[in-house]
């Protein structure tokens, strides 16, 4: 059996309003809470579980693999919301998409300053073309 990872729990200040931004914002549902949680189902195997019973908390990043259909979807939302984003994790405001590898990927932060990553193609893949591509260069 492959290890898939089954749910995270996401810090924040206002579960149920996190969870709705986030679900808003992503294309997905959000169907009430779930015990102390507000969850969304991000996936088949992937809830992201809202709680907001813990304060002070670190920030944290999550990154989402789209497709371009769904990068323009979501990027559409980023827009029309006027969310501050950005091309790096380190530049999540210079208002850029950065383009690498033929992927697209814009970061972006939620209600709760966590760092929100869409991206077109995988790090495994972008790591395997950086890797050729330096063989190459050899």
Do not use: C
């Not at 670190?58 to 497709?67: I, K, L, T």
């Not at 994790?89 to 990927?105: S, Y």
């Not at 932060?109 to 869409?118: A, F, K, T, V």
């Amino acid at each position: 059996m492959a290890i898939t990872l089954d749910h995270t729990i996401v810090p924040a200040r206002d579960k149920v309003a996190s969870a709705k931004f986030f679900a808003n914002l992503l294309g997905l549902t959000y169907g009430g809470p779930m015990g102390p949680f507000a969850q969304v189902q991000v996936n088949d195997t992937l809830t992201f579980d809202f709680d907001d019973r813990r304060e002070p908390f670190e920030v944290h990043h999550y990154a989402f693999h789209v497709s371009e259909e769904e990068f323009d979807a979501i990027f559409g939302r980023i827009k029309e919301g006027g969310l501050v984003h950005g091309s790096q994790p380190w530049t999540p405001e210079d208002m850029q998409v950065r383009n690498f590898h033929g992927g697209r990927t814009v970061y972006f932060r939620d209600r709760d300053r966590h760092l929100l990553e869409i991206r077109t193609r995988t790090s495994k893949r972008d790591i395997a073309d950086s890797a050729d591509r330096q063989s190459q260069s050899s």
